[in-house]
């Protein structure tokens, strides 16, 4: 069946013949082989190349294709088709896309980068800044007593000095944060010899004028520093009345 054949070149091994029939080859060895069994006949050949396109225009590799694939004609067919007459060229997914895309792509990233580089960081010399001015306390106070002044409203002066003090009183007292204002005036009255109504009155009494301003701030002081003796002789020793109070050398605070 391959009488017509002349010449085939292709790249494989050489089949042993052993007897068989044979061809393209030598009494040893051959390219195809062929070998009877039973009813039929097994063909072997070197090498599937044989039946690759890009193999099959070489020498007779079309023709010992078609033998080997109908070996007995009649109503066997075999077609080789020809090439599309569109070439599929060596064109990748990203040649199909337009210049006008990746020009707006890369009109984009420039714009990207330029904004990255305006908001980063800028380099440069060390620019220098004004150092928190110090100010003693003594001079904040007075600051702060003189823009009070000027605010002409002696009732909110008046109200810090009170809110300070009763502060201070209820922790050095230990009083408790639900107990009312009658009930931190009774606890300081106990200790300094004041009805609780005098107590209350210079604790959380309303002033409306300058004189009143500097009339509380004379009793709160008077207040502070008998209280505050007190506090300080009730840690070493039980509580007793005011007319039993020991002088002591305790120094004292002014608001």
């Known amino acids: 069946m391959l009488a017509e054949t002349t010449e085939l070149t292709l790249n494989g091994r050489l089949l042993n013949t052993a007897g068989r029939t044979s061809c393209f080859g030598d009494a040893n060895s051959a390219f195809v082989v062929a070998e009877s069994v039973g009813q039929g006949t097994i063909v072997t050949i070197g090498s599937p190349d044989l039946f690759i396109n ?20 009649g109503d066997a067919h075999v ?34 980068l330029l904004y990255s580089l305006y908001r980063s960081r800028r380099l440069g010399g060390v620019v220098p800044e004004p150092v928190p001015v110090h100010i003693e306390g003594s001079e904040l106070v007075l600051k702060a007593g003189l823009l009070s002044e000027r605010a002409k409203d002696p009732g909110s002066a008046a109200q810090v000095l009170q809110t300070d003090l009763v502060h201070r009183i209820r922790v050095a007292l230990s009083v408790p944060a639900t107990a009312t204002d009658a009930d931190v005036a ?21 002033v409306a004028t300058d004189p009143e301003l500097v009339q509380t701030a004379q009793l709160l002081h ?34």
């Open 54 to 73: 890009a193999e099959l225009d070489d020498d007779d590799a079309a023709v010992v294709a078609v033998n080997l694939l109908a070996p007995t004609g």
């Open 79 to 112: 077609s080789f088709l020809g090439p599309s007459v569109v070439d599929f060229g060596d064109e990748a997914i990203t040649d199909l896309v337009p210049p006008r895309v990746w020009n707006a792509v890369f009109q984009m990233l420039a714009a990207f």
């Open 186 to 206: 009774t606890r300081v009255a106990d200790r300094t010899g004041h009805t609780p109504a005098e107590v209350e009155h210079r604790l959380y009494g309303l």
């Open 222 to 255: 008077t207040l502070d520093a008998q209280l505050f003796d007190t506090a300080g002789a009730n840690k070493a020793m039980p509580v007793r009345t005011p007319d039993q109070q020991a002088p002591r050398d305790i120094p004292t605070e002014s608001t």
